[in-house]
């Protein structure tokens, strides 16, 4: 369930002055996603026959990962036209519910709200997103733990859509103590939003160091030129 994608809002400061940077921000957004789902499919196909259940309990969690599956396996799949993706997006979230409200005593239950969440920051309901990737964090469980990190800076892009760029650096910041370098990006932006040139420079400077092969390395280097000084 590895993924990435989701970073939009106007918040992004003065990013209209790097070409193409939008479309560069909604690809990583979507690949983001794929690969959490990827990864969260192969954990998916591993995880039923490792747990011994009683025979009510095995019976839930074997439903909820049916339920997860099916939603997971609408997510990856191609939809080339934004009526589909529309559809699937209402599919999954209808799936994801039921796994999170009728089975939540079960892993797979307490997952389906990081995707909810997902789900619904790309249906633009931030605040709803934010929710249930709020409701998900206190959650264990290997799967949990390793999409942890992603809620954690996923929590700050729906702030950042949401306009509060000071609550949104404050997650980003949780999700890089987390583990989650890539945010080091979004706090660096945070901050030049904010006004506040040094800590920018120093987290763009600190996003260079430890993913030397980003994608974004080119507009990293472009943000310690103009501000660095």
Request: overall charge negative; proline content about 3%; charged content about 20%.
């Amino acid at each position: 369930m590895a993924a990435k994608k989701t970073m939009k809002t106007g918040d992004f400061i003065e990013f209209d002055t790097i070409v193409g940077f939008g479309e560069k921000l909604t690809a990583y957004w979507e690949e983001n996603s794929r690969q959490i789902i990827a990864l969260a499919l192969i954990i998916c196909l591993a995880a039923g026959a490792a747990v011994y259940w009683t025979i009510s309990s095995r019976a839930s969690a074997e439903t909820a990962q049916g339920l997860l599956n099916e939603a997971l396996t609408t997510l990856n799949a191609n939809h080339p036209t934004e009526a589909e993706r529309t559809a699937a997006l209402s599919a999954a979230v209808t799936a994801l519910s039921r796994a999170a409200e009728e089975y939540p005593g079960t892993e797979a239950g307490q997952v389906a709200l990081f995707y909810r969440a997902q789900c619904k920051y790309r249906q633009k309901d931030y605040s709803g997103s934010i929710a249930d990737y709020s409701a998900f964090l206190p959650h264990g469980g290997s799967m949990a733990d390793q999409l942890r990190p992603f809620a954690l800076e996923n929590i700050g892009y729906a702030h950042e859509a949401l306009g509060d760029t000071a609550e949104a650096l404050k997650w980003f910041d949780k999700a890089v103590q987390a583990g989650r370098s890539a945010a080091l990006i979004a706090m660096a932006r945070m901050h030049e939003a904010a006004g506040a040139a040094e800590p920018a420079c120093e987290n763009y400077k600190k996003y260079l160091a430890e993913l030397p092969e980003s994608g974004y390395r080119e507009f990293a280097e472009i943000k310690i030129a103009t501000l660095c000084r």
